[in-house]
């Protein structure tokens, strides 16, 4: 009978107790610095591997925080401080411990990272959640034969993972063997493995709503790390054509796609080293937390509930991965990002700073979230490392990512320079039109409008792309070429009917850069109806009722968008909402929201106008209320004679 998986059913119950006697968030004021830690506490008192203790968060005396910074174990992750988080969760009861068979896990990977197997081994061993009706899970096989191939035991630690695979969710299975035997030296299996995987045909989804999406990025993976394996063996034509696979599935992204495959040969922009035994242990946990998070979303989903709030279960598993291999920085990169998506900024530096080698791209990512900190300074500081240290190869990558921040710091000093740098280092087609694409967001945040829509164009005219053109629209709209802007919105949702993103484009600007309120609201409608938990597409639903006079309406979605992006602002809705509560008499309400807008980084032309109205109020009348068309979800197709 093969053996069972009982992680997925555990989560909820982990949460729980990860998150027991959880506290309510901290101000931000009170975050500036770590609180200081009891001497009692200032070094673990389990043991813990270097790579757990270099993730310790320190106080202004250069010493661990230690647990009494915690008020429980999911305060640690949020924190990135997998010293504290490994130390808490050794001291819960073997009986909680017992809810998830995730917790000795943890710590048997710890025990992993410090290279002591046998401990890890005996974790697992004596566990209580390690055993069912089954008998011995299959994820506590499937690390029982990393921990095999950690000691030189390659025939065992094969044969261990086969027996395990079964059992583990989604591709993850199938996808650590090969990384296993590739890391043990047994490339050609890996190989099999990789195009046993692949699937004979290849569908790409066709907007970001839809379902195939999920399907298409675990293909994506699949070719992605085969061909790369091929090129690692010097088999370059093979891995080119097992990656035009992807490209003939996406022919738009030709040129993109043209660009990879030109790295495939030259090696330029590819870091793509040869996987060893920790570095393929750690991609291979990354997947299974990853399939982990996949389930519990479609589980939610279909049970009718939504997705909110931080993921500690990822999170916590991710981070505790990272300790096998501190080095990997594509997971480094998707634990900061999982931490900024839930505006965890202390974390999002401290994950980044803490990594055992400082690279230009954890400097960016640092910078960003000191940024959103308010210590601008400090963040200047990391741009001007990042800026230092980049290597040749990086430095493309590194001025994008300084442009931006400063771009986000309002500071236009020496852009114009860093653009023209960037098109010049700029090699290749896609790498071009990505410059120009750049230079028209940039343009576009310090008011030069004009460039803003000349750089679009460029970008377009190199890459012409539903992205581009939908980027080309709303520039052109911002300088008052509406007819043409129009003409591309149209065009496109001929080719996507579908797609929410593209019909919430069309209609906002149609009631923003036109009268044809009626026909924005119907396409507004539409795109609600498609992705109705989408914030974006509810505030832009919310703007035409306000457009037609329905003020409560616009009210209520655009503050149910406001909720929905907690705990970030967006500085259009925030601008939107001081409209409707200006012109519903609530003035304090109104300013209050202009000045969360002003903070949240509007482009320069709205800069200006909110703070007129934050000194004179409005002076434009209320909109004039107006009967509402006639919608459904199924009305309103376009045909070229409408273009």
Same mark, same amino acid.
């Given at each position: 009978?093969?053996?069972?998986?009982?992680?997925?059913?555990?989560?909820?119950?982990?949460?729980? !107790?990860?998150?027991?006697?959880?506290?309510?968030?901290?101000?931000?004021?009170?975050?500036?610095?770590? #609180? &200081?830690?009891?001497?009692?506490?200032?070094?673990?008192?389990?043991?813990?591997?270097?790579?757990?203790?270099?993730?310790?968060?320190?106080?202004?005396?250069?010493?661990?925080?230690?647990?009494?910074?915690?008020?429980?174990?999911?305060?640690?992750?949020?924190?990135?401080?997998?010293?504290?988080?490994? *130390?808490?969760?050794?001291?819960?009861?073997?009986?909680?411990?017992?809810?998830?068979?995730? $917790?000795?896990?943890?710590? /048997?990977?710890?025990?992993?990272?410090?290279?002591?197997?046998?401990?890890?081994?005996?974790?697992?061993?004596?566990?209580?959640?390690?055993?069912? &009706?089954?008998?011995?899970?299959? $994820?506590?096989?499937?690390?029982?034969?990393?921990?095999?191939?950690?000691?030189?035991?390659?025939?065992?630690?094969?044969?261990?993972?086969?027996?395990?695979?079964?059992?583990?969710?989604?591709?993850?299975?199938?996808?650590?063997?090969?990384?296993?035997?590739?890391?043990?030296?047994?490339?050609?299996?890996?190989?099999?493995?990789?195009? $046993?995987?692949?699937?004979?045909?290849?569908?790409?989804?066709?907007?970001?709503?839809?379902?195939?999406?999920?399907?298409?990025?675990?293909?994506?993976?699949?070719?992605?790390?085969?061909?790369?394996?091929?090129?690692?063996?010097?088999?370059?034509? &093979?891995?080119?054509?097992?990656?035009?696979?992807?490209?003939?599935?996406?022919?738009?992204?030709?040129?993109?796609?043209?660009?990879?495959?030109?790295?495939?040969?030259?090696?330029?922009?590819?870091?793509? &080293?040869?996987?060893?035994?920790?570095?393929?242990?750690?991609?291979?946990?990354?997947?299974?937390?990853?399939?982990?998070?996949?389930?519990?979303?479609?589980?939610?989903?279909?049970?009718?509930?939504?997705?909110?709030?931080?993921?500690?279960?990822?999170?916590?598993?991710?981070?505790?991965?990272?300790?096998?291999?501190?080095?990997? *920085?594509?997971?480094?990169?998707?634990?900061?990002?999982?931490?900024?998506?839930?505006?965890?900024?202390?974390?999002?530096? =401290?994950?980044?700073?803490?990594?055992?080698?400082?690279?230009?791209?954890?400097?960016? /990512?640092?910078?960003?979230?000191?940024?959103?900190?308010?210590?601008?300074?400090?963040?200047?500081?990391?741009? /001007?490392?990042?800026?230092?240290?980049?290597?040749?190869?990086?430095?493309?990558?590194?001025?994008?990512?300084?442009?931006? +921040?400063?771009?986000?710091?309002?500071?236009?000093?020496?852009?114009?320079?860093?653009?023209?740098?960037?098109?010049?280092?700029?090699?290749?087609?896609?790498?071009?039109?990505?410059?120009?694409? +750049?230079?028209?967001?940039?343009?576009?945040?310090?008011?030069?409008?004009?460039?803003?829509?000349?750089?679009?164009?460029?970008?377009?005219?190199?890459?012409?792309?539903?992205?581009?053109?939908?980027?080309? /629209?709303?520039?052109?709209?911002?300088?008052?070429?509406?007819?043409?802007?129009?003409?591309?919105?149209?065009?496109?949702?001929?080719?996507?009917?579908?797609?929410?993103?593209?019909?919430?484009? +069309?209609?906002? $600007?149609?009631?923003? =850069?036109?009268?044809?309120?009626?026909?924005?609201?119907?396409?507004?409608?539409?795109?609600?109806?498609?992705?109705?938990?989408?914030?974006?597409?509810?505030?832009?639903?919310?703007?035409?009722?306000?457009?037609?006079?329905?003020?409560?309406?616009?009210?209520?979605?655009?503050?149910?968008?406001?909720?929905?992006?907690?705990?970030?602002?967006?500085?259009?809705?925030?601008?939107?909402?001081?409209?409707?509560?200006?012109?519903?008499?609530?003035?304090?309400?109104?300013?209050?929201?202009?000045?969360?807008?002003?903070?949240?980084?509007?482009?320069?032309?709205?800069?200006?106008?909110?703070?007129?109205?934050?000194?004179?109020?409005? !002076?434009?009348?209320? #909109?004039?209320?107006?009967?509402? #068309?006639?919608?459904?979800?199924?009305?309103?197709?376009?045909?070229?004679?409408?273009?």
């Amino acid at each position: 009978m093969r053996a069972r998986l009982i992680l997925a059913a555990s989560a909820l119950t982990l949460s729980m !107790t990860l998150g027991a006697c959880a506290t309510p968030a901290t101000p931000a004021a009170e975050l500036a610095a770590p #609180p &200081e830690p009891a001497p009692a506490e200032a070094e673990p008192s389990v043991a813990l591997s270097p790579a757990a203790r270099a993730t310790a968060v320190l106080g202004s005396n250069g010493r661990p925080v230690g647990i009494s910074a915690y008020p429980a174990p999911l305060d640690a992750v949020k924190a990135g401080d997998m010293a504290a988080f490994l *130390e808490m969760t050794s001291g819960l009861s073997q009986e909680d411990r017992d809810v998830s068979p995730l $917790f000795d896990a943890f710590l /048997a990977l710890d025990r992993a990272a410090d290279g002591d197997t046998e401990a890890a081994r005996d974790i697992l061993r004596t566990s209580g959640s390690g055993e069912g &009706e089954s008998g011995e899970t299959g $994820f506590y096989a499937f690390l029982d034969a990393w921990l095999l191939a950690l000691e030189g035991k390659p025939d065992e630690a094969i044969e261990r993972h086969r027996g395990a695979a079964g059992a583990m969710p989604g591709l993850t299975g199938d996808l650590s063997l090969a990384a296993m035997l590739e890391a043990l030296g047994r490339p050609e299996q890996a190989l099999a493995v990789y195009e $046993f995987m692949t699937p004979a045909e290849i569908e790409a989804p066709e907007h970001q709503f839809d379902p195939k999406g999920l399907l298409y990025s675990h293909i994506r993976t699949v070719i992605s790390r085969h061909a790369l394996l091929l090129q690692r063996l010097g088999r370059i034509e &093979e891995a080119k054509a097992v990656y035009q696979k992807l490209a003939d599935a996406e022919p738009e992204e030709a040129i993109s796609y043209a660009a990879a495959l030109e790295s495939l040969e030259t090696g330029k922009n590819l870091d793509n &080293e040869a996987l060893d035994v920790p570095a393929a242990f750690t991609q291979s946990l990354a997947d299974v937390s990853r399939a982990l998070q996949e389930q519990r979303i479609i589980r939610t989903i279909m049970m009718g509930g939504r997705i909110e709030g931080f993921d500690d279960q990822r999170s916590a598993f991710d981070q505790v991965a990272l300790l096998i291999n501190p080095e990997d *920085e594509g997971l480094r990169a998707a634990v900061i990002d999982q931490l900024y998506e839930s505006a965890l900024f202390e974390g999002v530096a =401290h994950v980044a700073l803490s990594a055992p080698k400082e690279t230009a791209s954890l400097q960016i /990512a640092a910078g960003q979230a000191l940024i959103m900190l308010g210590e601008e300074a400090r963040a200047r500081q990391a741009v /001007a490392r990042a800026l230092e240290i980049t290597d040749e190869d990086d430095r493309l990558q590194t001025l994008y990512g300084a442009l931006q +921040l400063q771009t986000l710091m309002n500071d236009e000093t020496g852009t114009d320079a860093m653009v023209e740098e960037v098109i010049a280092l700029a090699t290749n087609t896609a790498e071009l039109a990505s410059a120009h694409g +750049l230079a028209a967001e940039i343009n576009d945040q310090f008011g030069d409008l004009e460039s803003a829509a000349e750089h679009a164009a460029k970008a377009r005219e190199l890459d012409d792309t539903h992205d581009r053109r939908m980027a080309l /629209a709303n520039a052109l709209g911002k300088v008052g070429k509406v007819n043409p802007a129009l003409a591309l919105l149209r065009t496109e949702r001929l080719g996507r009917p579908n797609d929410p993103y593209t019909l919430n484009s +069309l209609g906002y $600007f149609l009631i923003e =850069h036109t009268d044809k309120y009626e026909e924005g609201f119907r396409v507004l409608y539409r795109a609600r109806a498609l992705a109705e938990r989408d914030p974006y597409i509810a505030d832009s639903l919310g703007w035409a009722y306000y457009r037609l006079g329905h003020l409560k309406d616009a009210q209520r979605l655009i503050e149910q968008s406001r909720a929905d992006l907690k705990p970030h602002r967006h500085w259009e809705i925030e601008s939107h909402l001081g409209d409707i509560y200006w012109h519903q008499g609530d003035k304090a309400a109104a300013r209050e929201a202009w000045q969360n807008s002003l903070d949240n980084r509007p482009p320069a032309k709205v800069r200006a106008e909110l703070e007129g109205k934050l000194a004179n109020g409005m !002076t434009t009348p209320k #909109p004039k209320r107006q009967a509402l #068309p006639n919608v459904s979800i199924s009305e309103d197709e376009i045909d070229r004679q409408d273009i």
